[in-house]
């Protein structure tokens, strides 16, 4: 099995430009999530979805959307990128059948490196 | 606001010897975990203790979970120069289906 997969692995924009980074996962997951790493942080929720059509905020939504129309892909777009962007963004998935979320474990892609300059 | 709180941010040891990591959190949870990642890499999961558990062991990992204190404690035992990574604990929160995270331990293992 893949896992989780993102791309682009590394991405470098212009302020204002818009682009969307990919996530797929081949685990049959319901729930997926974005997240972004600044320098020397933990990881902070951007959006997540609980399944196909259902998406919610995290504690970062502004100046992303979402969008789940099958199980396996949750891309993320960047509206009109800015240099507070600049960040590494991890896509996550779990559970692997409905309401099966509690107490499973979150498996992630290997990241986007993002640039906004 | 990130959940969990980790400390130290960064901690320096020798081969052999155990490093103690800590966490604290703020709201009620359904089970807290422990994710290892390696310098620019993606996380990878360690392991999990639910909210009525006390203690959990893997390998040379041990986790405790004090739910009255809100906070949590990884040990690795006999560390290796390969145990070097940054170490993140990860709340499930009751009514909240996402994982918060915290904001990570620095280890260096010196050969």
């Known amino acids: 099995n893949a896992g989780v997969t993102q791309t682009p692995k590394f991405q470098v924009l212009k302020t204002g430009q818009s682009m969307t980074l990919q996530c797929a996962q081949d685990m049959n997951h319901e729930y997926m999530s974005w997240y972004r790493q600044d320098p020397g942080m933990g990881l902070r929720l951007i959006h997540y979805s609980v399944g196909a059509g259902i998406t919610d905020q995290g504690e970062v939504p502004n100046g992303y959307n979402v969008s789940r129309s099958t199980t396996e892909d949750f891309p993320l777009r960047l509206l009109s990128a800015a240099p507070s962007q600049t960040s590494v963004y991890f896509c996550a998935s779990r559970a692997p059948f409905p309401g099966a979320y509690m107490n499973t474990e979150a498996f992630f892609g290997q990241g986007t490196r993002l640039t906004v300059v | 606001s990130q959940q969990g709180e980790e400390d130290p941010q960064a901690l320096s040891i020798q081969e052999g010897e155990n490093a103690t990591m800590n966490c604290s959190y703020k709201t009620s949870i359904n089970n807290l975990q422990w994710y290892r990642q390696n310098s620019g890499r993606g996380l990878v999961h360690l392991i999990l203790i639910r909210s009525n558990e006390r203690e959990k062991h893997s390998g040379r990992l041990r986790v405790t979970l004090d739910t009255s204190k809100k906070s949590s404690s990884l040990l690795i035992t006999a560390s290796r120069a390969a145990d070097t990574a940054s170490y993140f604990c990860?709340?499930?929160?009751?009514?909240?289906?996402?994982?918060?995270f915290g904001s990570g331990t620095r280890l260096q293992v010196q050969p």
């Open positions: 990860a709340t499930d929160d009751t009514g909240r289906r996402a994982l918060t």
